[in-house]
Protein backbone atom coordinates (compact mmCIF):
# COMPACT_ATOMS: atom_id res chain seq x y z
CA UNK A 1 0.00 0.00 0.00
CA UNK A 2 2.49 2.42 0.54
CA UNK A 3 4.80 1.82 -2.64
CA UNK A 4 0.91 2.78 -4.18
CA UNK A 5 0.73 5.76 -1.79
CA UNK A 6 3.54 6.88 -3.16
CA UNK A 7 3.58 6.55 -6.78
CA UNK A 8 0.10 8.19 -6.92
CA UNK A 9 1.60 11.01 -4.55
CA UNK A 10 4.74 11.42 -7.44
CA UNK A 11 2.34 11.67 -10.09
CA UNK A 12 -0.20 14.44 -8.20
CA UNK A 13 3.49 16.53 -7.51
CA UNK A 14 4.64 15.85 -11.29
CA UNK A 15 0.76 17.55 -12.40
CA UNK A 16 1.55 20.28 -9.56
CA UNK A 17 2.81 23.29 -12.16
CA UNK A 18 3.29 25.26 -8.83
CA UNK A 19 5.72 22.45 -7.31
CA UNK A 20 7.45 22.47 -10.53
CA UNK A 21 8.51 25.51 -10.87
CA UNK A 22 9.63 26.01 -7.29
CA UNK A 23 11.76 22.74 -8.00
CA UNK A 24 13.34 24.05 -10.58
CA UNK A 25 13.71 27.56 -9.28
CA UNK A 26 15.75 26.04 -5.90
CA UNK A 27 17.66 23.78 -8.62
CA UNK A 28 18.77 26.83 -10.98
CA UNK A 29 19.80 29.11 -7.55
CA UNK A 30 21.92 26.37 -6.35
CA UNK A 31 23.48 25.40 -9.96
CA UNK A 32 24.22 29.08 -10.35
CA UNK A 33 25.80 29.20 -6.47
CA UNK A 34 28.20 25.72 -7.48
CA UNK A 35 28.92 27.58 -10.28
CA UNK A 36 29.93 31.10 -8.49
CA UNK A 37 31.29 29.24 -6.02
CA UNK A 38 33.21 26.93 -7.86
CA UNK A 39 34.84 29.77 -9.90
CA UNK A 40 35.43 31.95 -6.84
CA UNK A 41 37.55 28.81 -5.24
CA UNK A 42 39.11 28.30 -8.71
CA UNK A 43 40.40 31.73 -8.58
CA UNK A 44 41.56 31.53 -5.07
CA UNK A 45 43.38 28.32 -5.72
CA UNK A 46 45.25 30.23 -8.40
CA UNK A 47 46.24 33.14 -6.45
CA UNK A 48 47.15 30.68 -3.83
CA UNK A 49 49.43 29.40 -6.39
CA UNK A 50 51.17 32.43 -7.80
CA UNK A 51 51.85 34.08 -3.83
CA UNK A 52 53.27 30.50 -2.55
CA UNK A 53 55.52 30.93 -5.65
CA UNK A 54 56.34 34.40 -4.87
CA UNK A 55 57.16 34.03 -0.90
CA UNK A 56 59.11 31.54 -1.91
CA UNK A 57 60.86 33.52 -4.37
CA UNK A 58 61.15 36.06 -2.11
CA UNK A 59 62.44 34.05 0.97
CA UNK A 60 65.54 32.34 -1.25
CA UNK A 61 66.34 35.35 -2.91
CA UNK A 62 67.13 37.79 0.41
CA UNK A 63 70.14 37.81 -0.24
CA UNK A 64 73.12 38.61 2.47
CA UNK A 65 70.67 38.76 5.83
CA UNK A 66 71.30 38.30 9.52
CA UNK A 67 69.20 35.18 10.53
CA UNK A 68 67.43 37.54 12.88
CA UNK A 69 66.53 40.11 10.70
CA UNK A 70 65.37 37.81 8.41
CA UNK A 71 62.86 35.94 11.23
CA UNK A 72 61.74 39.55 11.59
CA UNK A 73 60.91 39.13 7.55
CA UNK A 74 59.08 36.06 7.98
CA UNK A 75 57.70 34.29 5.64
CA UNK A 76 53.42 33.68 4.58
CA UNK A 77 51.40 30.50 5.23
CA UNK A 78 48.64 29.73 2.49
CA UNK A 79 44.98 28.12 3.49
CA UNK A 80 44.30 25.58 0.59
CA UNK A 81 40.98 25.91 -0.15
CA UNK A 82 37.96 23.84 2.06
CA UNK A 83 37.90 20.57 0.31
CA UNK A 84 33.60 21.31 -0.23
CA UNK A 85 33.73 24.65 -0.22
CA UNK A 86 31.62 25.56 -3.47
CA UNK A 87 28.87 23.08 -1.96
CA UNK A 88 29.20 24.80 1.60
CA UNK A 89 31.63 27.91 2.21
CA UNK A 90 30.44 27.90 6.10
CA UNK A 91 32.96 30.07 7.82
CA UNK A 92 35.36 30.62 5.24
CA UNK A 93 34.52 34.20 4.13
CA UNK A 94 35.07 35.46 7.75
CA UNK A 95 37.91 33.51 8.59
CA UNK A 96 41.81 34.25 7.74
CA UNK A 97 43.61 32.21 4.89
CA UNK A 98 46.81 33.20 5.64
CA UNK A 99 49.19 33.81 8.44
CA UNK A 100 52.33 35.87 8.56
CA UNK A 101 55.05 33.85 10.22
CA UNK A 102 57.55 36.18 12.19
CA UNK A 103 59.69 36.42 14.87
CA UNK A 104 57.87 36.74 18.34
CA UNK A 105 54.50 36.68 17.27
CA UNK A 106 52.54 34.02 16.73
CA UNK A 107 49.85 35.90 14.13
CA UNK A 108 45.99 34.89 13.33
CA UNK A 109 44.94 33.90 10.36
CA UNK A 110 44.44 37.77 8.23
CA UNK A 111 43.11 37.95 4.25
CA UNK A 112 39.25 37.35 5.05
CA UNK A 113 37.53 36.98 1.90
CA UNK A 114 34.52 38.95 3.21
CA UNK A 115 35.82 41.74 3.88
CA UNK A 116 36.75 42.34 -0.02
CA UNK A 117 33.79 40.87 -1.11
CA UNK A 118 31.98 42.38 -4.34
CA UNK A 119 28.69 42.03 -4.99
CA UNK A 120 28.98 39.22 -7.11
CA UNK A 121 30.78 37.33 -4.66
CA UNK A 122 28.17 38.44 -2.14
CA UNK A 123 25.42 36.67 -4.05
CA UNK A 124 27.84 33.44 -3.92
CA UNK A 125 26.78 33.52 -0.47
CA UNK A 126 23.92 32.18 -1.11
CA UNK A 127 25.37 28.30 -1.02
CA UNK A 128 23.65 25.15 -2.13
CA UNK A 129 24.01 24.15 1.28
CA UNK A 130 21.88 26.98 2.71
CA UNK A 131 19.15 25.95 -0.20
CA UNK A 132 18.98 22.55 1.31
CA UNK A 133 19.12 24.24 5.06
CA UNK A 134 16.48 26.75 4.86
CA UNK A 135 14.69 26.01 1.07
CA UNK A 136 14.30 22.60 0.59
CA UNK A 137 12.52 22.46 4.20
CA UNK A 138 10.00 25.13 2.44
CA UNK A 139 9.65 23.42 -0.57
CA UNK A 140 8.32 20.27 1.15
CA UNK A 141 6.18 22.19 3.16
CA UNK A 142 5.00 23.73 0.26
CA UNK A 143 4.27 19.84 -1.50
CA UNK A 144 2.66 18.41 1.60
CA UNK A 145 0.78 21.07 4.02
CA UNK A 146 -2.67 19.77 1.94
CA UNK A 147 -1.50 16.26 1.55
CA UNK A 148 -3.79 14.72 4.29
CA UNK A 149 -5.81 18.14 5.21
CA UNK A 150 -7.02 19.11 1.40
CA UNK A 151 -8.17 15.40 1.35
CA UNK A 152 -10.33 15.64 4.44
CA UNK A 153 -11.95 19.17 2.84
CA UNK A 154 -12.44 17.46 -0.57
CA UNK A 155 -14.05 14.00 1.37
CA UNK A 156 -11.46 11.94 -0.43
CA UNK A 157 -9.79 10.71 2.91
CA UNK A 158 -13.27 9.07 4.64
CA UNK A 159 -14.04 7.54 1.20
CA UNK A 160 -10.23 5.81 1.70
CA UNK A 161 -10.31 5.06 5.02
CA UNK A 162 -13.95 3.53 4.40
CA UNK A 163 -12.22 1.41 1.29
CA UNK A 164 -9.65 -0.13 3.81
CA UNK A 165 -7.12 2.43 3.66
CA UNK A 166 -5.03 1.87 6.88
CA UNK A 167 -3.69 5.71 8.05
CA UNK A 168 -0.32 4.81 9.07
CA UNK A 169 0.43 3.41 5.78
CA UNK A 170 -1.18 6.01 3.87
CA UNK A 171 0.92 8.94 5.89
CA UNK A 172 3.83 6.35 5.46
CA UNK A 173 3.39 6.70 1.65
CA UNK A 174 2.52 10.13 1.36
CA UNK A 175 5.43 10.98 3.36
CA UNK A 176 8.04 9.15 1.70
CA UNK A 177 6.46 10.90 -1.50
CA UNK A 178 7.80 14.10 -0.13
CA UNK A 179 10.96 12.36 0.70
CA UNK A 180 11.92 11.03 -2.24
CA UNK A 181 11.08 14.43 -4.16
CA UNK A 182 12.85 16.22 -1.55
CA UNK A 183 16.08 13.29 -2.09
CA UNK A 184 16.14 13.55 -5.91
CA UNK A 185 17.20 17.08 -5.27
CA UNK A 186 19.85 16.30 -2.73
CA UNK A 187 21.54 13.99 -5.04
CA UNK A 188 21.13 16.47 -7.82
CA UNK A 189 22.70 19.29 -5.92
CA UNK A 190 25.50 16.95 -4.60
CA UNK A 191 26.67 14.89 -7.48
CA UNK A 192 26.46 18.51 -9.54
CA UNK A 193 29.01 20.20 -6.71
CA UNK A 194 31.05 17.34 -6.86
CA UNK A 195 31.55 17.24 -10.54
CA UNK A 196 32.48 20.85 -10.63
CA UNK A 197 34.89 20.25 -7.55
CA UNK A 198 36.28 17.27 -9.85
CA UNK A 199 36.17 19.20 -13.05
CA UNK A 200 38.51 22.62 -11.42
CA UNK A 201 40.90 20.41 -8.89
CA UNK A 202 39.87 17.06 -8.69
CA UNK A 203 38.03 15.12 -5.47
CA UNK A 204 40.11 12.36 -3.79
CA UNK A 205 38.57 9.85 -1.60
CA UNK A 206 38.53 11.83 1.27
CA UNK A 207 36.44 14.24 -0.57
CA UNK A 208 33.88 11.68 -1.74
CA UNK A 209 33.83 10.65 1.80
CA UNK A 210 32.66 13.61 3.14
CA UNK A 211 30.53 13.81 -0.38
CA UNK A 212 28.61 10.97 0.96
CA UNK A 213 28.07 11.54 4.47
CA UNK A 214 26.80 14.99 3.46
CA UNK A 215 24.34 13.04 1.04
CA UNK A 216 23.07 10.97 4.39
CA UNK A 217 23.14 14.31 6.43
CA UNK A 218 20.49 15.96 4.27
CA UNK A 219 18.39 12.83 3.30
CA UNK A 220 18.38 12.53 7.21
CA UNK A 221 16.68 16.34 7.19
CA UNK A 222 14.85 15.89 4.57
CA UNK A 223 13.04 13.14 6.28
CA UNK A 224 12.13 14.88 9.29
CA UNK A 225 10.77 17.53 7.36
CA UNK A 226 8.43 15.11 5.42
CA UNK A 227 7.30 13.07 8.50
CA UNK A 228 6.36 16.32 9.91
CA UNK A 229 4.63 18.09 6.71
CA UNK A 230 2.40 15.15 6.51
CA UNK A 231 2.48 14.56 10.35
CA UNK A 232 0.99 18.26 10.79
CA UNK A 233 -1.37 17.91 7.66
CA UNK A 234 -2.73 14.89 9.14
CA UNK A 235 -3.89 16.77 12.64
CA UNK A 236 -4.81 20.02 10.84
CA UNK A 237 -8.92 20.74 10.16
CA UNK A 238 -8.01 22.38 6.87
CA UNK A 239 -5.25 22.89 4.29
CA UNK A 240 -4.85 26.40 5.10
CA UNK A 241 -4.56 26.00 8.84
CA UNK A 242 -1.73 23.22 7.81
CA UNK A 243 -0.01 25.65 5.68
CA UNK A 244 -0.06 28.51 8.54
CA UNK A 245 1.72 25.72 11.20
CA UNK A 246 4.20 24.65 9.11
CA UNK A 247 4.80 27.96 7.95
CA UNK A 248 5.45 29.01 11.82
CA UNK A 249 7.27 25.73 11.85
CA UNK A 250 9.58 26.58 9.40
CA UNK A 251 10.15 30.11 10.49
CA UNK A 252 11.05 29.01 13.61
CA UNK A 253 13.09 26.49 13.33
CA UNK A 254 14.92 27.53 10.27
CA UNK A 255 15.10 31.23 11.21
CA UNK A 256 14.42 32.14 14.28
CA UNK A 257 15.25 29.50 16.84
CA UNK A 258 19.56 29.39 14.73
CA UNK A 259 19.71 33.44 15.37
CA UNK A 260 18.55 33.61 18.96
CA UNK A 261 21.18 30.69 19.68
CA UNK A 262 24.10 32.29 17.95
CA UNK A 263 22.74 35.85 20.09
CA UNK A 264 22.85 33.83 23.18
CA UNK A 265 26.08 31.97 22.54
CA UNK A 266 27.89 35.41 21.78
CA UNK A 267 26.45 37.04 24.85
CA UNK A 268 27.09 33.94 27.30
CA UNK A 269 30.77 33.29 26.16
CA UNK A 270 31.84 36.86 24.97
CA UNK A 271 35.33 36.59 22.84
CA UNK A 272 37.98 39.50 24.17
CA UNK A 273 38.74 41.92 21.34
CA UNK A 274 41.61 41.76 19.36
CA UNK A 275 42.99 44.88 21.88
CA UNK A 276 42.67 43.42 24.38
CA UNK A 277 44.04 39.58 23.44
CA UNK A 278 47.51 41.37 22.41
CA UNK A 279 47.44 43.85 25.75
CA UNK A 280 47.55 40.54 27.61
CA UNK A 281 49.92 39.28 25.18
CA UNK A 282 52.50 42.06 25.85
CA UNK A 283 51.98 41.78 29.93
CA UNK A 284 52.68 38.36 30.00
CA UNK A 285 55.91 38.61 28.06
CA UNK A 286 57.09 41.17 29.95
CA UNK A 287 57.59 39.16 33.18
CA UNK A 288 60.29 36.07 30.90
CA UNK A 289 63.03 36.61 28.32
CA UNK A 290 61.84 37.91 25.10
CA UNK A 291 65.97 38.12 23.42
CA UNK A 292 66.60 42.20 23.73
CA UNK A 293 65.42 43.19 26.86
CA UNK A 294 69.19 43.05 28.28
CA UNK A 295 68.07 44.99 31.67
CA UNK A 296 65.46 42.13 31.79
CA UNK A 297 65.82 39.85 35.35
CA UNK A 298 65.32 36.89 33.83
CA UNK A 299 67.60 37.50 31.24
CA UNK A 300 70.58 37.62 33.95
CA UNK A 301 69.50 34.13 35.14
CA UNK A 302 69.89 32.99 31.82
CA UNK A 303 73.16 34.41 31.09
CA UNK A 304 73.85 32.85 34.39
CA UNK A 305 72.74 29.63 33.31
CA UNK A 306 74.51 29.65 29.82
CA UNK A 307 77.94 29.97 31.31
CA UNK A 308 77.54 27.32 33.80
CA UNK A 309 76.35 25.03 31.11
CA UNK A 310 79.85 26.26 29.21
CA UNK A 311 81.88 26.26 32.15
CA UNK A 312 83.33 29.85 31.76
CA UNK A 313 83.08 33.07 33.14
CA UNK A 314 82.01 35.28 30.66
CA UNK A 315 80.03 36.00 27.55
CA UNK A 316 83.45 37.01 25.42
CA UNK A 317 84.63 33.62 26.37
CA UNK A 318 81.36 31.71 25.34
CA UNK A 319 82.07 29.38 22.13
CA UNK A 320 78.74 30.59 20.38
CA UNK A 321 76.49 34.05 20.03
CA UNK A 322 74.75 34.36 23.53
CA UNK A 323 71.99 36.36 21.61
CA UNK A 324 70.92 33.47 19.34
CA UNK A 325 70.41 31.19 22.99
CA UNK A 326 68.68 34.35 24.18
CA UNK A 327 66.14 34.60 21.15
CA UNK A 328 65.67 31.35 21.20
CA UNK A 329 64.74 30.89 24.74
CA UNK A 330 62.12 33.81 24.22
CA UNK A 331 60.78 31.93 21.62
CA UNK A 332 60.59 29.04 24.03
CA UNK A 333 59.02 31.89 26.77
CA UNK A 334 56.57 33.42 23.90
CA UNK A 335 55.04 29.86 23.14
CA UNK A 336 53.83 29.19 26.60
CA UNK A 337 51.88 32.89 26.34
CA UNK A 338 50.49 32.02 22.91
CA UNK A 339 49.59 28.17 23.92
CA UNK A 340 47.68 29.76 27.07
CA UNK A 341 45.75 32.90 25.26
CA UNK A 342 45.05 30.91 22.16
CA UNK A 343 43.87 27.57 24.17
CA UNK A 344 41.39 30.04 26.24
CA UNK A 345 40.36 31.67 23.24
CA UNK A 346 39.54 27.94 21.86
CA UNK A 347 37.68 27.46 24.91
CA UNK A 348 35.59 30.27 24.36
CA UNK A 349 34.68 29.13 20.91
CA UNK A 350 34.27 25.83 22.13
CA UNK A 351 31.66 27.59 24.92
CA UNK A 352 29.95 29.00 21.87
CA UNK A 353 29.43 26.07 19.59
CA UNK A 354 28.38 24.15 22.64
CA UNK A 355 25.67 26.95 23.78
CA UNK A 356 24.44 26.79 20.32
CA UNK A 357 23.95 22.68 20.18
CA UNK A 358 21.81 23.54 23.74
CA UNK A 359 19.23 25.09 21.02
CA UNK A 360 19.39 21.95 18.13
CA UNK A 361 16.54 20.15 20.47
CA UNK A 362 13.93 22.98 19.09
CA UNK A 363 15.78 22.73 15.46
CA UNK A 364 17.13 19.96 13.27
CA UNK A 365 18.80 23.36 11.39
CA UNK A 366 21.71 23.64 13.91
CA UNK A 367 22.99 20.57 13.48
CA UNK A 368 23.07 20.06 10.06
CA UNK A 369 25.27 23.16 9.89
CA UNK A 370 27.63 22.02 11.85
CA UNK A 371 27.71 18.63 10.26
CA UNK A 372 27.68 20.39 7.12
CA UNK A 373 30.13 22.95 7.67
CA UNK A 374 32.48 20.12 9.24
CA UNK A 375 31.82 18.06 6.08
CA UNK A 376 32.93 20.75 3.56
CA UNK A 377 36.10 21.49 5.95
CA UNK A 378 34.87 24.96 6.43
CA UNK A 379 34.43 25.22 9.83
CA UNK A 380 36.20 26.21 13.08
CA UNK A 381 37.93 23.15 13.42
CA UNK A 382 39.53 23.05 10.05
CA UNK A 383 40.86 26.43 10.35
CA UNK A 384 42.15 25.22 14.17
CA UNK A 385 44.13 22.75 12.16
CA UNK A 386 45.43 25.05 9.45
CA UNK A 387 46.49 28.07 12.05
CA UNK A 388 48.37 25.14 14.59
CA UNK A 389 50.20 23.66 11.47
CA UNK A 390 51.50 27.39 10.54
CA UNK A 391 52.34 27.81 14.02
CA UNK A 392 54.44 24.45 14.00
CA UNK A 393 56.40 25.58 11.09
CA UNK A 394 56.88 28.82 12.85
CA UNK A 395 58.28 27.30 15.81
CA UNK A 396 60.34 25.40 13.57
CA UNK A 397 61.63 28.13 11.28
CA UNK A 398 62.90 30.31 14.48
CA UNK A 399 64.97 27.65 15.79
CA UNK A 400 66.70 26.87 12.92
CA UNK A 401 67.48 30.77 12.41
CA UNK A 402 68.34 31.22 16.35
CA UNK A 403 70.30 28.06 16.11
CA UNK A 404 72.19 29.64 12.65
CA UNK A 405 72.74 33.11 15.10
CA UNK A 406 74.30 31.30 17.79
CA UNK A 407 76.29 29.37 15.40
CA UNK A 408 77.94 31.91 13.29
CA UNK A 409 76.89 35.54 15.38
CA UNK A 410 79.92 35.37 17.83
CA UNK A 411 81.72 38.87 18.40
CA UNK A 412 80.13 40.22 14.97
CA UNK A 413 77.30 42.07 17.01
CA UNK A 414 74.75 40.97 14.51
CA UNK A 415 76.82 41.75 11.89
CA UNK A 416 77.07 37.93 10.73
CA UNK A 417 74.44 36.71 7.82
CA UNK A 418 73.32 33.75 5.88
CA UNK A 419 73.29 33.38 2.34
CA UNK A 420 71.09 31.53 -0.07
CA UNK A 421 72.56 28.03 0.58
CA UNK A 422 71.60 28.41 3.79
CA UNK A 423 67.85 29.94 2.92
CA UNK A 424 67.26 26.92 0.47
CA UNK A 425 67.75 24.56 3.66
CA UNK A 426 64.80 25.77 5.22
CA UNK A 427 61.76 24.30 4.45
CA UNK A 428 58.41 26.81 3.17
CA UNK A 429 55.19 26.14 4.75
CA UNK A 430 53.11 23.30 2.97
CA UNK A 431 49.73 22.27 4.22
CA UNK A 432 47.15 19.55 3.88
CA UNK A 433 43.91 19.30 5.17
CA UNK A 434 43.42 16.36 7.79
CA UNK A 435 41.07 13.92 6.63
CA UNK A 436 37.08 13.62 7.64
CA UNK A 437 38.18 10.89 10.29
CA UNK A 438 40.22 13.65 12.57
CA UNK A 439 37.40 15.62 13.31
CA UNK A 440 34.47 12.64 13.09
CA UNK A 441 34.26 12.88 17.00
CA UNK A 442 34.03 16.07 17.57
CA UNK A 443 30.62 15.83 15.37
CA UNK A 444 28.83 12.68 17.08
CA UNK A 445 26.52 14.99 19.03
CA UNK A 446 25.51 16.60 16.04
CA UNK A 447 24.51 13.41 14.58
CA UNK A 448 22.57 11.91 17.15
CA UNK A 449 20.50 14.77 17.69
CA UNK A 450 19.75 15.23 13.64
CA UNK A 451 19.01 11.07 14.70
CA UNK A 452 17.03 12.01 17.44
CA UNK A 453 14.83 14.60 15.04
CA UNK A 454 14.48 11.86 13.12
CA UNK A 455 13.21 9.50 15.44
CA UNK A 456 10.72 11.90 17.02
CA UNK A 457 9.35 13.27 13.43
CA UNK A 458 8.60 9.70 13.08
CA UNK A 459 6.82 8.85 15.88
CA UNK A 460 4.84 12.16 15.14
CA UNK A 461 3.68 10.65 12.27
CA UNK A 462 2.83 7.80 13.93
CA UNK A 463 0.62 9.71 16.40
CA UNK A 464 -0.92 11.72 13.92
CA UNK A 465 -2.13 8.02 12.12
CA UNK A 466 -3.59 7.17 15.10
CA UNK A 467 -5.95 10.16 15.52
CA UNK A 468 -6.41 10.65 11.66
CA UNK A 469 -9.46 8.14 12.08
CA UNK A 470 -11.15 9.81 14.70
CA UNK A 471 -10.72 13.20 12.48
CA UNK A 472 -11.44 11.82 9.16
Known sequence: MIAA?????????????????????????????????????????????????????LWYDQGAVNPHVAAH????????????????????????????????????????????AGLVQRFGDLSPAWILQALMPLLIVMAGFAAIAGEREGGNLRLQLMQGARPLPLLAGKAGAMFGGAALLVTGILLVGGGFTTLTGGINADGLLRLASAWVVYLLYAAVWAALTVGVSALAATARGALLALLCLWMTSVVLVPRLAAEQAIRSHPVPSAGEFWNDVTIARQAGVTGHDVGNPAMATLQKEVLAQYGVTSLEELPV???????????????????????????????????????????????????????????????????????????????????????????????????????????????????LETF????????????????????FLAFAARRLGKRA
Open 5 to 57: VIAKEFRELARDRRIGIIAIVLSLLALVAIVIGTVQQARYADDRRIAVAADQS
Open 73 to 116: MGQYAFRPPAALGPFDPGLSPWLGQAVWIEAHYQNPPQARPAQS
Open 321 to 435: DFSGIALQKGEEYSDTIYDRLYGDLAAIEDAQATSQRWFAPLSPAISVRFLSMGLAGSDLLHQRAFAAAAETHRRTLQRQLNAEQTRTGKGRNNANTADRSFWETVRTFTYRSPG
Open 440 to 459: AERYLADLAIILGWVVAALA
